[in-house]
């Protein structure tokens, strides 16, 4: 069954933008309950790659497969339902909207009552928002966000907006969750915290992760592997201690181009 | 700025404000159930009392506040613009005076015509709008404002051209002791508070998230798995069927439709409803509507050579006095009579009226009511 351990393919991934390469030809596995770490220096395409992912870009040539169906015949909508939630390198949350109801939109793409049944509050109404609500106090309380639930997602510290986000990707029940930069802006102790988070996270959900990250020891610490990517090419994969003494990561990093 | 040192607070102090929260949010149900209830009353009541005109009055601040709720739920809660309501308002209006001068069909189904045909249009219309975002969104629509006066007259072997449609007046059902202008009172407070508690329940559950996450944040709603063009197509048709309903409703109120009462400046009129009473509020609807009804023909009083300008000077009054209006003002005195057992919560207030708007025209009023919904 070795080809189901592969949960997301990544095959000759090429984008484009007005002439500019920001993926060529990339290439790369991940392993099912693993957690992936890509990484590479500002620019070499990692926030690209998931925004493919996410199908807000269509790739001039290549293909995603998740569980073996191609990503690229769904629409962005359909992406959450299939297994893969992200968070995002900014931010992306609905300022004006509690914490709960943040995450509870996490649970949207686990749902389908619609505009009819919501007007008229049919029966089904009621228990889908019982599931929604638990569903999302659970996730919140993974993390710790109990005590905000009621709070607006704004104006609180950059740490736990993130956290915030966390937690709203954790309510669509993904198999595959997609972290972008999620140590950003965080304390040294803040990012160690979210490592051995992000580790339980794995255990207790069974989670395949995928982390685009620059913060290096996060990464090596907690990745069972890691990619590299430089000017849109993958340039080295493996496992970390392996990528720490590739020569060609090494001079992608400390750079000899000079 | 404080914030980080008052979210500690709210850390450290878990267990308080655990115990004050829940109190709280029951006493200010308590409060709103007991002030509607009493609004009911006076509601059901205050015909008795009123001369026709002043009947007629405020059945017109019924009508306009379907209307502006139908706004509300596009501008406020989905952050989709539009200055052209007046055209789904004249739909409706048209939709009724043909249907009851021409094929003497009894009013009551007219009006439900009216909502359906304004749904589908205003769904249509939406589909091409997901074009248009912000200010485009708004010209676009503005356009139809425009045209619709030239597109009633153009088809005037339906719309009488300039010369409308006078309709009859609804006469009283069932031999009740009350006169027409009064049932006409009682029929639109009627269908306002059917159409208020569906839209309560819309946007109170798992669909009222969502359009309220396309307005905050269309990618992140889209990653969510929301189907951010249906659920903004729906929501335009949503608006529409709600000003279109009021549209007939306006119809028969008046008994009269002709088509320069259904201008541009209608349409403004409707914005300007909007965002006085409370742009992301159900409630705030009805606020605006007596703004728009009233504030007018109050202005005419003060000034026969100027009422616009005095109109004018009340409208700044008003955005200067309550920025996230009339809604948002109620929603912060009644936070501060109900909150006042526990002091954190002020703490809390400041962090919860920080600016941190994806959208700036939709969000300040939006965040104003956000409590609403509950």
Known sequence: MAANDVILAIRDLTVRFS??????????????????????????????????????????????????????????????????????????????????????LGAH????????????????????????????????????????????????????????????ALAGAPKLLLLDEPAGGLNHEEVFQLASLIQQVRERLKLTILLVEHHMNMVMQISDKVVVLDFGRKIAEGRPSEVQRDPEVIRAYLGDRI | MQLPASAKEID?????????????????????????????????????????????????VFIYAIALLGLNILIGFNGQFSLGHGAFYALGAYTTA?????????????????????????????????RFEGLYLALATFALALSTPQILKYFDNWTGGSQGIVLDKPSVPLGLPINADQYLYYLTLTVLLLLFLL??????????????????????????????????????????????????????????????????????????????????????????????EFVPIYAQEISRAAPWAIFGVVLILFMYVMPTGVAGLLHRVLERLTRRPSKESSADNVVATSPAPADPGASSPARAASGKHE
């Open chain 1, 109 to 168: 793409s686990r749902t389908k009552t619609g505009f009819f049944r919501h007007a008229l509050r049919l029966p089904p109404v009621a228990k889908e928002e019982r599931f929604i609500r638990d569903v999302a106090m659970e996730s919140i309380t993974l993390l710790g966000l109990e005590h905000l639930a009621d709070h607006l997602a704004s104006g609180l510290p950059y740490g736990t907006l993130k956290r915030i986000e966390f937690a709203r």
């Open chain 2, 199 to 292: 839209a309560w329940n819309l946007l109170r559950g798992r669909v009222g998230r969502a359009m309220m996450a396309i307005r905050d944040n269309p990618i992140a709603a889209e990653a969510m798995g929301v189907n951010n063009a249906l659920y903004k197509s729906l929501t335009f048709g949503v608006s529409a069927m709600y000003t279109g309903i009021a549209g007939s409703l306006g119809a028969l109120a008046v008994a009269f439709v002709a088509p320069d009462t259904f201008n541009a400046f209608l349409s403004i009129n409707f914005l300007v409803g909007s965002v006085v009473g409370g742009i992301a509020s159900i409630i705030g609807a009805l606020f605006g509507a007596a703004f728009i």
């Open chain 2, 98 to 130: 043909i249907m009851t001068t021409r094929w003497d069909i009894p009013y009551g189904w007219t009006i439900i015509v009216a909502g359906v045909l304004c749904l589908i249009a205003g769904f249509l219309f939406g589909l091409p709008a997901l």
């Open chain 2, 12 to 60: 450290t102090r878990t267990t308080g404000l655990r115990a004050t929260r829940p109190a709280a949010a029951s006493h200010a149900r308590l409060w709103k159930l007991v002030g509607l209830i009493l609004t009911l009353i006076v509601a059901y009541l205050l015909p008795l009392g009123l001369s026709n005109y002043q009947a007629f009055e405020f059945t017109q």
């Open chain 1, 19 to 104: 002439g500019i390469v920001a993926l060529d030809g990339v290439e790369f596995d991940v392993e099912r309950g693993k957690i992936v770490g890509l990484i590479g220096p500002n620019g070499a395409g990692k926030t690209t790659l998931f925004n493919c992912l996410s199908r807000l870009y269509t790739p001039e040539r290549g293909q995603i497969l998740f569980e073996g169906h191609s990503l690229l015949t769904f629409p962005r909508h359909k992406i959450a339902k299939l297994g893969i939630s992200r968070t995002f390198q900014n931010l992306a949350l609905f300022p004006t909207m509690t914490v709960l109801e943040n995450v509870m």
